[in-house]
């Protein structure tokens, strides 16, 4: 009976390791997963805004990347301080 209780024991022992090793893994994958996924996704659809001008990248106008912030923006994301 006593090598019954032993054998219980040791499966309970291995499943609670292999639990904790399946959740580190899913953290570890999601989390990089997730940064790659974001790259990804902006890269594709072009919602890049590395301004923060509302204007996604894609869509500014040359000379006006960088527009300062807080100043309001036109459709192309000039400002008026921006040559175009």
């Given at each position: 009976?006593?090598?019954?209780?032993?054998?219980?024991?040791?499966?309970?022992?291995?499943?609670?390791?292999?639990?904790?090793?399946?959740?580190?893994?899913?953290?570890?994958?999601?989390?990089?997963?997730?940064?790659?996924?974001?790259?990804?996704?902006?890269?594709?659809?072009?919602?890049?805004?590395?301004?923060?001008?509302?204007?996604?990248?894609?869509?500014?106008?040359?000379?006006?990347?960088?527009?300062?912030?807080?100043?309001?923006?036109?459709?192309?994301?000039?400002?008026?301080?921006?040559?175009n």
């Amino acid at each position: 009976m006593q090598k019954r209780g032993m054998i219980v024991w040791e499966v309970v022992v291995w499943a609670v390791i292999l639990l904790v090793v399946a959740v580190i893994l899913i953290f570890v994958f999601k989390n990089l997963l997730g940064e790659e996924q974001s790259a990804i996704n902006d890269t594709i659809t072009g919602t890049k805004d590395s301004d923060r001008d509302l204007v996604p990248d894609a869509f500014e106008a040359k000379g006006c990347e960088n527009t300062p912030p807080g100043e309001k923006v036109n459709s192309r994301g000039c400002s008026s301080s921006q040559p175009n």
